[in-house]
């Protein structure tokens, strides 16, 4: 499960776990789950992750209609620089290219915060699988991307990528 929370600025992420920690309200409807036994626990870890918007797309933008799959995407760099200079393609060019074959994007983020850093994560929305291969080979078969991708500024910014594939619940909001 993801659960994606927008802040307006990273002092707002630490300003509302402070709040929680002492809301009334929240304290009393937490009390069943805070009573929960070893035994009947509701996950085994998760895992925080802060980001920064990139420029480029600074907000999440809600789908239209009604997405059936989200392609969550990382990349890796092996060196502060090659992130720096991926994000840097991303808003200079790329951003533009996935408009261009029609790519969805939700959010482009600079990883502050988590276990894969030094990276970047996105994240694209598709009404099935069939579509997003398709419009992956669209964007890998582009002039554009050909261009793109063997610019030395460019060179050698992604040592790993990890895709993960997300269906939204009946009460997801994107």
Do not use: H
């Amino acid at each position: 499960m993801l659960l994606l929370i927008p802040y307006d600025s990273g002092k707002d992420f630490f300003k509302v776990k402070e709040e929680l920690a002492e809301n009334t309200i929240f304290q009393e409807a937490s009390k069943k789950y805070n009573a929960l036994s070893v035994d009947d626990y509701v996950y085994s870890r998760y895992t925080t992750y802060l980001l920064e918007a990139f420029s480029g797309f600074p907000e999440i933008k809600i789908p239209s209609g009604e997405p059936k799959v989200f392609e969550l995407r990382n990349y890796q760099s092996y060196s502060e620089d090659a992130g720096r200079r991926k994000i840097e393609m991303f808003n200079r060019e790329e951003l533009a290219l996935f408009n261009e074959v029609g790519l969805s994007p939700l959010f482009f983020g600079k990883v502050l915060a988590g276990d894969t850093m030094p990276s970047l994560t996105y994240m694209l929305s598709f009404n099935n699988m069939e579509e997003r291969d398709a419009l992956w080979k669209k964007f890998g078969e582009s002039e554009g991307w050909k261009q793109m991708k063997d610019k030395p500024e460019y060179a050698n910014t992604v040592s790993e990528i990890v895709n993960r594939f997300y269906e939204p619940l009946s009460y997801s909001q994107i």
